[in-house]
């Protein structure tokens, strides 16, 4: 029986030196150097897990990682992106974003999840890496709804979507387990009719760099 493709899936997209596109096992020591890197930055917002950081996120564990990503994507309930900057001819890894827990018939929404490299915060490639997933869940992907759960004590994550134009909606109380306790979230989401009018939120954001410039 011939394989059967999820929607949107797989898929490269880019805009300027940003580029999201499937991970590689060939990632492994790229991806652990990252994540080992940046405990600091990234254990606070991240699910509780048993274990040493470094062994979480060593490249044995991006193998397990890497096949089931592979296989959330290929069923249709995900869509997990590396992202990568191109600096001096070179394609660099510097953080990760997802679509994940899709589901679609009358719904059709799905939740997205990112995490950067603390040594490009600030330069955009978030912001920049979100609104590319996002165009391309209301497109080919073919969702209608995206949500994000942030933190409330993440401000820089929070910024992220408040600029893009992301509503809160809500608030969840000691929603996930994270860094040793059940913590907060606040709900963020999204329509694709709340961009379409804008040409898709990568529009809105060239827009608003251009206003801040």
């Known amino acids: ?122 330069r955009g490639v978030i912001p920049t890496a979100m609104a590319l997933v996002v165009d391309h869940a209301f497109g080919p992907g073919g969702l209608h709804r995206v949500e994000v759960n942030i933190r409330p004590e993440n401000r820089p994550s929070r910024r992220v979507v408040e600029k893009l134009g992301f509503r809160e909606e809500a608030y969840h109380a000691r929603y996930m387990h994270i860094d040793g306790a059940w913590r907060d979230h606040i709900g963020y989401a999204m329509t694709s009719e709340e961009v379409a009018a804008e040409g898709g939120l990568l529009a809105r954001w060239h827009r608003l760099r251009a206003r801040t410039a």
């Open 1 to 122: 029986m011939p394989f059967r493709r999820a929607p949107g899936w797989p898929a490269v997209l880019s805009d300027g030196p940003v580029l999201l596109r499937p991970y590689r096992r060939s990632d492994a020591a790229a991806w652990s150097e990252v994540r080992c890197a940046n405990r600091d930055w990234l254990a606070p917002w991240e699910s509780s897990l048993p274990g040493d950081w470094h062994e979480l996120n060593s490249p044995a564990t991006f193998r397990w990682m890497h096949r089931d990503q592979r296989r959330s994507a290929r069923t249709g309930e995900g869509m997990p992106f590396a992202v990568c900057l191109h600096e001096n001819g070179q394609e660099r890894l510097v953080g990760h974003i997802n679509v994940g827990n899709i589901v679609r018939r009358a719904f059709c929404s799905g939740y997205v999840g990112y995490w950067v490299d603390r040594r490009v915060a600030g």
